[in-house]
């Protein structure tokens, strides 16, 4: 499955999630198709952050969203098995 955006862009390859330049809020969306979950997304203040990274597929959602708090500052909570909320 490949995904791009214009101006950005998000891949999946080989078991691969790879972006550059992609809003938050846009990556979440993209996050949410899959890995099959809802991300219900309450700081707006994040909307536009611009985020890069990779990671394996494998490493699962909650592992990106680590990853990415260490930049853009934020908390999040897994709310159910197939829902989780960024604050």
């Given at each position: ?22 809003n ?6 993209k996050l ?12 707006h ?14 490493d ?28």
């Amino acid at each position: 499955i490949t995904t791009r955006l214009v101006g950005s862009e998000m891949c999946i390859r080989e078991g691969l999630i790879t972006f550059k330049d992609i809003n938050f809020k846009d990556l979440m969306k993209k996050l949410e198709k899959n890995f099959g979950i809802r991300i219900i997304v309450d700081n707006h203040t994040l909307d536009n952050y611009a985020c890069s990274g990779k990671f394996r597929a494998s490493d699962g959602i909650e592992q990106v969203l680590r990853a990415l708090q260490q930049d853009a500052h934020f908390t999040f909570e897994r709310e159910s098995g197939t829902e989780i909320r960024i604050q």
